[in-house]
Nanobody
């Protein structure tokens, strides 16, 4: 059983940056691909980006491509989401998730961290 805890959310002005962290425990972190998702009020949860277990490959939603960067530190069991040039439409609860290598779906989810961007 993997436990995920996000941190780093906050209230920022448009154009600012935030760095979210997701600390994992209870499993072998390097066996999991990691993803970030977000859910805005009244909207469905959407994919933000993901990183493979090695950290060598990343994928992003078009809405964040070029502004957000995912990285991971397997030695520290942590995955990061660097968010630059934030926009009000980035306001959401951000969740990290873990997917065991070879699985089709994400198996474990964190509790989320709120990001609010004002103009």
């Amino acid at each position: 059983q993997v436990q995920l805890v996000e941190s780093g959310g906050g209230l920022v002005q448009a154009g600012a940056s935030l760095r979210l962290s997701c600390a994992a425990s209870g499993g072998t972190f390097s066996r999991y691909a990691m993803g970030w998702f977000r859910q805005a009020p009244g909207k469905e949860r959407e994919f933000v980006g993901s990183v493979t277990w090695t950290g060598g490959n990343t994928r992003y939603a078009d809405s964040v491509k070029g502004r957000f960067t995912i990285s991971r530190d397997n030695a520290k069991n942590t995955v990061f989401l660097q968010m630059n040039s934030l926009k009000p439409e980035d306001t959401a609860v951000y969740y990290c998730a873990a997917r065991i290598i070879g699985a089709g779906n994400y198996n474990y989810w964190g509790q989320g961290t709120q990001v609010t961007v004002f103009s």
